[in-house]
């Protein structure tokens, strides 16, 4: 079992930063790809980055690609996300989670999930 714990949402304006963390209770076999995801009200989930604790390969969406950078500190157990130039669209709570392969990574069909922090981007 990994237990993932996100932090650092908040409200921002438009045109602003934030920055979200994950600390990961272990580092397995099972959780080698870690995931950002984020849903808005009455909205599926969708995905936003992913990245390997491995060789640190990462993938975003389209809509954050060029904004948002993802990224991880092997030591601290710790991803992150830098959010820039947010847009009220981004808008949503946003999931840290974490899946063991590749297979699928922009689907939400990650083993491990953590409870989510919101992000309030104000026009």
């Not at 963390?21 to 009455?42: D, E, H, K, L, Y």
């Not at 993802?70 to 981004?90: C, F, G, H, W």
Request: proline letters at 2%.
């Amino acid at each position: 079992q990994v237990y993932l714990v996100e932090s650092g949402g908040g409200l921002v304006q438009a045109g602003g930063s934030l920055g979200l963390s994950c600390v990961a209770s272990a580092r397995t076999f099972t959780s080698r790809i870690m995931g950002w995801f984020r849903q808005a009200p009455g909205k599926e989930r969708e995905f936003v980055a992913a990245i390997s604790w491995y060789d640190g390969m990462t993938y975003y969406a389209d809509s954050v690609k060029g904004r948002f950078t993802i990224s991880r500190d092997s030591a601290k157990n710790t991803v992150y996300l830098q959010m820039n130039s947010l847009e009220p669209t981004d808008t949503a709570v946003y999931y840290c989670a974490a899946k063991g392969s590749w297979s699928d990574f922009r689907l939400p069909n990650y083993a491990y999930w953590g409870q989510g922090t919101q992000v309030t981007v104000s026009s």
